[in-house]
T-cell receptor, first 110, second 115 residues
């Protein structure tokens, strides 16, 4: 079992729709959860971080964390073509290292 | 505020050679992390330096090594290059100590090609 798993996609949504990205993790002691966006050929950029159960909203983005189910998700409302990228879920507990999922490729069609 | 910088942007080496990659963290950050992103393998943690010391190491052979300088910049050295070392090498920095809530900010990466 991979430590962090994501649907590989590609996930295709029409412009203006809600994109839902999911991530599960295996280590119950994981404490911090991050969503990064990576455009092709570029480095990852942070979108959201979440540390406690529940929802966290930032503009069009909402991160949801359920530690009991070991599940974290990212919702993108009013999706735009510029949101087309690979979204990386990352988890950390200690020791400084981020453990990344394989990423979900999102395509927003105009 | 300047972000994480890395040099060179591209590096071409032949098998068996050594590669040296450099990273400067965000001003005020003391922790530097190195990751490898090889095609089809995702982002893999390589090394973590904080306050000049190696704090954690990923599952990579000893020919991957590095150091952190007193100004918190860092160097990644890859000895005896192999074809499968071809990848994007990403450096990230954070404010320090690897506390679990720290956010890591990534540099633009160095793309290493081993021929």
């Amino acid at each position: 079992q991979k430590e962090v798993e994501q649907n590989s996609g590609p996930l295709s949504v029409p412009e203006g729709a809600i994109a839902s990205l999911n991530c599960t993790y295996s280590d119950r002691v994981s404490q911090s959860f991050f969503w990064y966006r990576q455009y092709s050929g570029k480095s990852p950029e942070l979108i959201m971080s979440i540390y406690s159960n529940g929802d966290k909203e930032d503009g069009r983005f909402t991160a949801q964390l359920n530690k009991a189910s070991q599940y974290v998700s990212l919702l993108i409302r009013d999706s735009q073509p510029s949101d087309s990228a690979t979204y990386l879920c990352a988890v950390t507990n200690q020791g400084g290292k981020l453990i990344f999922g394989q990423g979900t490729e999102l395509s927003v069609k105009p | 505020e300047a972000g994480v910088t890395q040099s060179p942007t591209h590096l071409i080496k032949t098998r068996g050679q050594q590669a040296t990659l450099r990273c400067s963290p965000i001003s005020g950050h003391t922790s530097v992390y190195w990751y490898q992103q090889a095609l089809g393998l995702g982002l893999q943690f390589l090394l973590w330096y904080d306050e000049g010391e190696e704090r954690n190491r990923g599952n990579f052979p000893p020919r991957f090594s590095g150091r952190q300088f007193p100004n918190y910049s860092s160097e990644l050295n890859v000895n005896a290059l192999e074809l499968e070392d071809s990848a994007l090498y990403l450096c990230a920095s954070s404010s320090g100590s690897g506390r679990f809530q720290e956010t890591q900010y990534f540099g633009p990466g160095t793309r290493l090609l081993v021929l």
